[in-house]
């Protein structure tokens, strides 16, 4: 599965929109993440026009008031959604890569810069992939 992650620091502007939906294209993605959209609400209509089609599903976590956003993408064509988890600083897509029928389990993270929030942040994920036989 081609994975692209990306740290954005804004998705506001159309020429970062330009890109993203350029990188998605030509790199033939199968599952994007992006971290710092910025953007506290994200519509169905943005995330058609930033994949290039309606084929995509997506996640979206609006962080604090935008800041710690994260977008979490896929082509459906490539990827079946079970279910997610998200919290401050993370969205963990549960789902299926079709090609390989291989149980698949995709973590978008982006930590804060604060050394208690980050120790944190990954206790949350540490216990989370332990109770999950998923996570492997």
Request: aromatic fraction near 10%; hydrophobic fraction near 40%.
């Amino acid at each position: 599965m081609l994975i692209v992650n990306l740290n954005i620091r804004g998705l506001g502007g159309s020429t970062k929109a330009r890109y993203l939906s350029h990188i998605i294209s030509s790199e033939g993605a199968d599952f994007v993440c992006i971290q710092e959209t910025k953007l506290s609400v994200l519509s169905d209509a943005r995330c058609f026009s930033l994949w290039g089609n309606n084929n995509v599903g997506w996640v979206h976590y609006g962080g604090d008031n935008g800041s710690g956003s994260l977008l979490s993408m896929w082509h459906k064509e490539a990827f079946s959604y079970d279910t997610h988890v998200m919290g401050k600083g993370f969205i963990v897509v549960f789902g299926q890569y079709k090609k390989s029928n291989s149980r698949c389990v995709v973590v978008n993270v982006y930590a804060a810069c604060s050394l208690s929030e980050k120790i944190s942040l990954w206790g949350e994920l540490t216990d989370m992939k332990k109770a999950s036989p998923d996570m492997v």
